[in-house]
């Protein structure tokens, strides 16, 4: 099992659409979780952290299930902005570095 | 003011070739890493220093040689360069090795092509 995995997509979605990406990750001792958003020709920048008890930032909700080892990022109200590739990180076993899916590509449309 | 800088930003080279790749960050971080991204979009640690001292070492060829002159500076020098080594290079930063999970500050990459 690989130590991060993202449905690749593409997701293809019309403005104002909520779309949902889910990730699992294969090490049970990690104990930190992100998003991050990678657009096309960029380097990889925080969306945001994710916690056990689920957090929110405006059209952004994040989960983390440590029991079934699966993150979700939903997106409300989508905008041609979201447009961009989003990653999956967990930390490492010894937590001494970051581990990042291959994320999944999301596409918004007018 | 970039945070994390890099140099060159693109980068094409011959077969056998060495090249060095720069990066300089601006935050006082004590961390830095190297990252490869690959053709498919995999972006994958190679190395890791803390405070000039190189904490994490992935199987990474002994072609690739990371070298922190001080703390806020990271370069990588390749040695022998192969088709493989084709890919992005991203150079990135974080606050301290004690949390290295926290946010981390990427460089905007350096476009490399072996012809």
């Known amino acids: 099992r690989k130590e991060v995995e993202q449905d690749p997509g593409p997701f293809n979605v019309p403005e104002g659409a909520t779309v949902a990406f889910n990730c699992t990750y294969s090490?049970?001792?990690?104990?930190?979780f992100f998003w991050y958003r990678q657009d096309c020709r960029k380097e990889p920048k925080l969306l945001m952290s994710v916690y056990s008890s689920g957090n929110e930032d405006g059209r952004f909700t994040a989960q983390l299930n440590r029991a079934s080892q699966y993150i979700s990022l939903l997106i409300r109200d989508s905008k041609l902005s979201d447009s961009a590739t989003y990653l999956c990180?967990?930390?490492?076993?010894?937590?001494?570095?970051?581990?990042f899916g291959k994320g999944t590509t999301l596409s918004v449309s007018s | 003011d970039t945070a994390v800088s890099q140099t060159p930003k693109y980068l094409v080279t011959q077969m056998g070739n060495d090249k060095s790749i720069k990066c300089e960050q601006n935050?006082?971080?004590?961390?830095m890493y190297w990252y490869k991204q690959d053709s498919k979009k995999f972006l994958k640690i190679m190395f890791s220093?803390?405070?000039?001292?190189?904490?994490i070492n992935e199987t990474v060829p002994n072609r690739f040689s990371p070298k922190s002159p001080d703390k806020a500076h990271l370069n990588l020098h390749i040695n022998s360069l192969e088709l493989g080594d084709s890919a992005v290079y991203f150079c990135?930063?974080?606050?301290?090795?004690?949390?290295?999970?926290?946010?981390?500050?990427f460089g905007p990459g350096t476009r490399l092509l072996v012809l």
């Open positions: 990135a930063s974080s606050p301290s090795r004690a949390s290295p999970q926290e946010t981390q500050y």
């Open positions: 220093y803390n405070n000039k001292e190189l904490i």
């Open positions: 935050l006082g971080h004590d961390t």
């Open positions: 090490n049970s001792a990690s104990q930190s």
């Open positions: 990180v967990v930390n490492n076993q010894a937590g001494t570095a970051l581990i």
